[in-house]
């Protein structure tokens, strides 16, 4: 005799054979665990996003205005200007 499951009821054989890393983060990653790179124009660590999930070995820069400094040595009076 084959066994037969109910569609309603699937998920709860998927839910019981496939382990989950969390349950309580809901398959959410936190942020200290993702890549880090630190940014060739002004040196500071900047986080993996999802928007540069496909091109991450490419990605030099924190942010547009240090790619659009890239030329300036080390875009440091932007970064000063900031943090006043």
Known sequence: ???VLNP???????????????LNNRGMTKKSDLA???CVVCGRPFAWR????KVWE???YCSESCRRNKNQ???ETHHLLVQK
């Open 1 to 3: 005799m084959a066994m």
């Open 8 to 22: 309603n009821k699937m998920w709860l054989f998927i839910f019981c054979i496939i382990p989950c890393h969390n």
């Open 36 to 38: 880090e790179k630190t």
């Open 50 to 53: 999802k928007k540069w999930e």
């Open 58 to 60: 490419e990605v030099k």
């Open 73 to 75: 040595k080390h875009h």
